[in-house]
């Protein structure tokens, strides 16, 4: 089965660091991705992790843990244009296809 | 540039009136797939295509045809479209089976009266 957990909404204010945090299940794993998606957009490709640890990216940093079944994404020096739905994917080989979670709707306020 | 184009990108259409939805992208993909979105449900795979003349169920397949006959287009036909279809749809590529991440179209918001 594909089981993935994300918080549905979370507020922070300019400036600061948030982290979103994303737990799943599932067959075949092999990778996780996070997408930014500004309401009613397309989806847009934020991180890949394949192995365990932290990659970082500018403002953005992802961390996995696969024997955990656990990611995280951290968004530093938040911006009033970070105020969006943030989707964790894992990669599901056995089923070719990407996995999306319902998302966490982050909100950055003044 | 690189680029999955749907079209069109607003619809609204009755119940039981054919219609499609063209997707197309010029980066030479493998994979193209397509998802619809709902509040709180998230993206849901409909259909998906590994290569030309091979497609497969998603998860939410009913109601909806797809063809690949050429490498670059993978259009959604809805036969007989019903309000529960309403949504917003994708339609996404990727180099491989997901391993490089997908590209996204821009989205196509049905609405079935």
């Known amino acids: 089965g594909q089981n993935i957990d994300q918080p549905t909404e979370m507020t922070a204010t300019e400036g600061a660091i948030v982290q979103i945090n994303c737990t799943y299940q599932t067959s075949g794993f092999n990778g996780l991705f996070w997408y930014q998606q500004h309401a009613g957009e397309a989806p847009t490709f934020l991180s890949y992790?394949?192995?365990?640890g932290l990659e970082e990216k500018g403002r953005f940093s992802s961390f996995l843990s696969r024997s955990k079944g656990y990611s995280y994404l951290l968004l530093k020096e938040l911006q009033m244009k970070d105020s969006a739905s943030y989707l964790c994917a894992p990669l599901n080989t056995g089923f070719q296809k990407l996995v999306f979670g319902t998302g966490t709707r982050l909100l950055v306020s003044p | 540039e690189a680029q999955v184009t749907q079209n069109p990108r607003y619809l609204i259409t009755v119940t039981g009136k054919k219609l499609t939805v063209t997707c197309s992208q010029n980066m030479n993909h493998e994979y193209m797939s397509w998802y619809r979105q709902d509040p709180g449900l998230g993206l849901r795979q409909i259909y998906y295509?590994?290569?030309?003349?091979?497609?497969d169920k998603g998860d939410v397949p009913e109601g909806y045809k797809v063809s690949r006959k050429e490498k670059r287009n993978f259009p959604l036909i809805l036969e007989s479209p019903s309000p529960n279809q309403t949504s917003l749809y994708f339609c996404a590529s990727s180099l491989a089976a997901g391993e490089n991440g997908y590209t996204f179209g821009s989205g196509t918001r049905l609405t079935v009266v």
């Open positions: 295509s590994m290569n030309v003349e091979v497609t």
């Open positions: 992790n394949v192995l365990d």
